[in-house]
């Protein structure tokens, strides 16, 4: 099985538009969840993927399947509830890329940070710059999945996710 072996973390503001570039806006929303195991579908402009992941913290079990447009649609209602809207960037660091996701709706003004590695050596070994922030991987409640669900995890949750459930139908 594919593994995605990933450090994660959350920006204390969001990097100048210079540094980003424009981005390619995303719907991400969980189609089902079980313990460590979670289905997400992402949909762009482009395409749509369904996505299985399992495990947790640095190293996780992923599969990847691409979803025509229209099934894809058929699903997004199953994911009320527990969505996301955001804007992912793609920004050279060094021998990495990081995917830098400006989140939008219930999550507005969160910006998260991806990278992956080929290998737990590779990951352990990288040095995050300083405008990545603090890291957040192995904090479930920074996932998003769990974002999707709770909303941020430093805001009271109330407010936070109340508005997540609310979040746009198409």
Same mark, same amino acid.
């Given at each position: 099985?594919?593994? /995605?072996?990933? @450090?994660?973390? $959350? ?9 980003? +570039?424009? #981005? ?10 079980? #313990? &460590?195991? /979670?289905?997400?579908? @992402?949909?762009? =402009? ?5 996505? !299985? &992941?399992? %495990?947790? %913290?640095?190293? @996780? ?22 969505? !996301? =809207? &955001?804007? @992912? ?12 996701? $400006? ?5 507005? +003004? ?5 990278? /992956? ?12 710059? $300083? ?13 998003? =999945?769990?974002?999707?669900?709770? +909303? ?5 949750? +109330? ?5 997540? #459930? ?5």
């Amino acid at each position: 099985m594919p593994v /995605e072996i990933e @450090r994660a973390f $959350v920006a204390d503001r969001r990097p100048d538009t210079e540094l980003l +570039g424009p #981005g390619v806006p995303l719907r991400q929303g969980y189609v089902a969840s079980e #313990g &460590k195991v /979670e289905v997400r579908l @992402r949909i762009t =402009a482009d395409d749509a993927v369904l996505t !299985i &992941k399992s %495990g947790g %913290g640095l190293t @996780r079990d992923e599969v990847e399947l691409a979803v025509a447009a229209a099934d894809a649609e058929a699903l997004w209602p199953l994911t009320q509830g527990r969505r !996301i =809207a &955001k804007h @992912r960037h793609r920004v050279p660091i060094g021998q990495q890329v990081a995917e830098v996701d $400006v989140y939008g709706d219930a999550l507005e +003004g969160l910006c998260r940070i991806e990278v /992956e590695f080929d290998s737990e050596a590779a990951a352990a070994a990288f040095e995050p710059p $300083v405008w990545f922030g603090r890291e957040v991987t192995g904090d479930d409640r920074w996932r998003n =999945a769990s974002l999707a669900r709770h +909303g941020r995890p430093d805001r009271p949750s +109330g407010a936070a996710s109340a508005s997540v #459930g609310a979040q746009r139908q198409a």
